[in-house]
């Protein structure tokens, strides 16, 4: 059974910054896209981003929120995502998930919550 | 951005009911539409992919059609389980994929 663990949530200020990892078991990391959605408190799904295949060039695609402020990232030797986050927003409390990606979302995590609050 | 608007955006049902929610692209999207369910909790579910394909393991009670902008989720037969939210999502833009706003089923 394919595992997606997040991990890396936290209270933050804004203006900080935070790194989520997300460890994929059991799947074929290394030849499919990946992707994070968030979920503010109460409210609906958002696409964040995602990230092609190293084959593929590793080409990132972002949500314009998020754009600039942070990266995707994956280390296929480590079979993990990541999601660097910059700028850190109050906008930006949500639980992350990360999900495989073949423009339909079907393994995803359990989630990682990110708190961002002075 | 290509925007999908759900409606309801809540519906109260019986258990044994048939239900429909529909989601209207803000341009064509063809059949590039998914639905998922969502628990309270848990992460989201694969329902229906590309408009109308039923992911593995999902009940047949669930089905979805549509095509262009107009886009629906049909439920035959409500059970207990199915009392969830649901959202649509559109891959038409790869570059840039959106949810609905989610509608949440509720049992009456």
């Known amino acids: 059974e394919v595992q997606m663990v997040e991990s890396g949530g936290g209270l933050v200020k804004p203006g900080g910054s935070l790194t989520l990892s997300c460890a994929v078991s059991?799947?074929?990391?290394?030849?499919?896209?990946m992707t994070w959605v968030r979920q503010a408190p109460g409210k609906g799904l958002e696409w964040v981003g995602r990230?092609?295949?190293?084959?593929?060039?590793?080409?990132?695609d972002y949500a314009a929120p998020v754009k600039g402020r942070f990266t995707i990232s994956r280390d296929d030797s480590e079979n993990t995502l990541y999601l660097q986050m910059n700028s850190l927003k109050i906008e930006d409390t949500a639980m992350y998930y990360c999900?495989?990606?073949?423009?339909?979302?079907?393994?995803w995590g359990q989630g990682t919550l990110v708190t961002v609050s002075s | 951005d290509i925007q999908l608007t759900q409606s309801p955006s809540s519906l109260s049902a019986s258990v044994g009911d048939r239900v429909t929610i529909t989601c209207r692209a803000s341009q064509y999207i063809g059949s590039s539409l998914n639905w998922y369910q969502q628990k309270p909790g848990k992460a989201p579910n694969l329902l229906i992919y590309a408009t109308s394909s039923l992911q593995s393991g999902v009940p047949s009670r669930f089905s979805g059609s549509g095509s262009g902008a107009d886009f629906t989720l049909t439920i035959s037969s409500l059970q207990p389980e199915d009392f969830a939210t649901y959202y649509c999502?559109?891959?038409?833009?790869?570059?840039?994929?959106?949810f609905g706003q989610g509608t949440r089923l509720e049992i009456k």
């Open positions: 990230i092609k295949t190293a084959r593929e060039g590793g080409t990132t």
């Open positions: 999502q559109q891959f038409y833009n790869t570059f840039l994929i959106t």
């Open positions: 059991r799947y074929a990391f290394s030849k499919g896209w």
């Open positions: 999900a495989t990606d073949l423009v339909d979302f079907y393994y």
